[in-house]
Antibody, heavy 117, light 110 residues
Framework: QVQLVQSGAEVKKPGASVNISCKAS????????IHWLRQAPGQGPEWMGL????????SYAQNFQGRVTLTRDTSTSTVYLELSSLSSEATAVYYC??????????WGQGTRVTVSS | QSALTQPPSASGSPGQSVTISCTGT?????????VSWYQQHPGKAPKLIIY???KRPSGVPDRFSGSKSGNTASLTVSGLQAEDEADYYC??????????FGTGTKVTVL
């Protein structure tokens, strides 16, 4: 079955960077874009950006430009999110999700990132 | 890109219907038919329940339906059941490979 499995929870200090992975299985990896979304406590998902898994092109939300980098490894069907210059505002659950057309049909289980000194 | 506007809460008794609105702009909700809705239970990932404004994925009960008029989309849950108590979020394609989500609505089954 189609599945996205994310890496485990992270605790980081302010100013640090974090890398989260999202491994896809159950479908042809390069046929679907992978997106990342942030959900802060008590809030809705916020779209961060996407990577076109076939060619590697990326698109980022304006709020995250310059602080987020998305990469992919087609040999392992894995997408990576790097978020730099972390502040307490980055404390959230991060989700990867696949799109079919323009809707998110499969989500990862979420990765909790805590930023604390 | 501003979040789509949803009412913070909605409620209904079992068997009743509840409708949730999702208001955007002519650059997102009003620009295309790519509005989708997601149900999220506490501690879980969001789950797709409506896509392309009115379509339901396989396995989603037909109690869930969607519609759109102008810059506002709506989700209706008919015949409310206890398991429908959750947070609901709308989303829209906003052009140029951008997406926007709603502020979320907490549905309570009384």
């Amino acid at each position: 079955q189609v599945q996205l499995v994310q890496s485990g929870a992270e605790v980081k200090k302010p100013g640090a960077s974090v890398n989260i992975s999202c491994k896809a299985s159950g479908y042809t990896f390069t046929n679907h874009y992978i997106h990342w979304l942030r959900q802060a406590p008590g809030q809705g998902p916020e779209w961060m950006g996407l990577i076109k898994t076939s060619g590697g092109d990326t698109s980022y939300a304006q709020n995250f430009q310059g602080r987020v980098t998305l990469t992919r490894d087609t040999s392992t069907s894995t997408v990576y999110l790097e978020l730099s210059s972390l502040s307490s505002e980055a404390t959230a659950v991060y989700y990867c999700a696949r799109t079919v057309g323009s809707h998110f049909d499969c989500w990862g289980q979420g990765t909790r990132v805590t930023v604390s000194s | 890109q501003s979040a789509l506007t949803q009412p913070p809460s909605a409620s209904g008794s079992p068997g009743q219907s509840v409708t949730i609105s999702c208001t955007g702009t002519s650059r997102d909700v009003g620009a295309n038919n790519y509005v989708s809705w997601y149900q999220q239970h506490p501690g879980k990932a969001p789950k797709l329940i409506i896509y392309d404004v009115i379509k339901r994925p396989s396995g989603v009960p037909d109690r869930f339906s969607g519609s759109k008029s102008g810059n506002t989309a709506s989700l209706t849950v008919s015949g409310l059941q206890a398991e429908d108590e959750a947070d609901y979020y709308c989303s829209s394609y906003a052009g140029s490979d951008n997406y926007v989500f709603g502020t979320g609505t907490k549905v309570t089954v009384l």
